[in-house]
């Protein structure tokens, strides 16, 4: 019968984590840096960014995490991030994903025009930029980001 007889196991993610660390609460598009954890130690480390794999970090020695400095948010380091890193001679599936979005207005100008004084807006205004991911992968500067794995009941 399930319930007490269950049996708790953790079940392995070989996954990596991705969370973005802002240089100061106060203007935290300023100094941008991503995080990779990966559960497995490792000497490559890769960024992807907005799908497409950046140039892979190769470590001296194994690691379970490596940084990614951004800087200040801008027009070029804008976008959707997750990471990687390789396993044997494989690069284990990406991580979850990042996005990066910076202070100020969002995107651009329908037509790639501003609309004239006294003409009405073309689109609502577009909320403030910030860097977004889920609660537990936007951490403060010095906070941990260390995820822990689910326990599941064996029955």
Known sequence: MPGSD???YSVFDPRPSLWAEAGSPLAPWADVTLTCQS?????EF?????????EPVH?????????????PVTSTTRGLYRCSYKGNNDWISPSN?????????????????RRA???APLLTPHPPCALAAAPEQLVASGSSGAVSEPSVPIC
């Open 6 to 8: 269950c049996l708790p």
């Open 59 to 71: 470590l001296e020695s194994p690691a379970h995490e490596h940084r990614f400095p951004l800087g």
């Open 97 to 113: 994903l990042v996005e990066v979005t910076g202070a100020g207005e969002c995107g651009p100008q329908p037509g790639g025009r």
């Open 117 to 119: 004084a006294g003409e």
């Open 46 to 54: 890769q960024l992807l960014k907005d799908g497409v794999g950046q």
């Open 39 to 43: 559960p497995l130690p490792t000497q």
